[in-house]
Nanobody
Framework: VQLQASGGGLVQAGGSLRLSCAASGFTLDPLTIGWFRQAPGKEREGVARIISTDGMTYYGEAVKGRYTISRDTAQNPVYLQMNSLKPEDTAVYYC????????????????????WGQGTLVTVSS
């Protein structure tokens, strides 16, 4: 049972990246998938979440309008499309799964998620 985030890299400010979160050993459906990020010296911050059963999404204020979380089917990875990137978006990005109940009540709280993957580094240069 493992989650793997990928797709990070170095990009200039204003650029775009697409991150993927893939599961091995289990299916992402009917779980909720969240994306989080952690910059050096800062706490882990919730970025976005999607509920697999109905596709409902939720975004943090810092990324609203710039990031899009999505998935095609239960068998496909969950994506995080990041546009108009800023230097302050630089962080290690993690994906995690959790129950729909908790993530509906607390969509971007780390405590709502119980299975975390290894992160992928996103660096945005100015």
């Amino acid at each position: 049972v493992q989650l793997q985030a990928s797709g990070g890299g170095l990009v200039q400010a204003g650029g775009s990246l697409r991150l993927s979160c893939a599961a091995s050993g289990f299916t992402l459906d009917p779980l909720t998938i969240g994306w989080f990020r952690q910059a050096p010296g800062k706490e882990r911050e919730g970025v976005a979440r999607i509920i697999s059963t109905d596709g409902m999404t939720y975004y943090g204020e810092a990324v609203k309008g710039r990031y899009t979380i999505s998935r095609d089917t239960a068998q496909n990875p969950v994506y995080l499309q990041m546009n108009s990137l800023k230097p302050e978006d630089t962080a290690v990005y993690y994906c995690a799964t959790g129950s729909a109940v908790m993530s509906t009540m607390y969509p971007l709280e780390t405590s709502s998620y119980d299975n975390w993957g290894q992160g992928t580094l996103v660096t945005v240069s100015s």
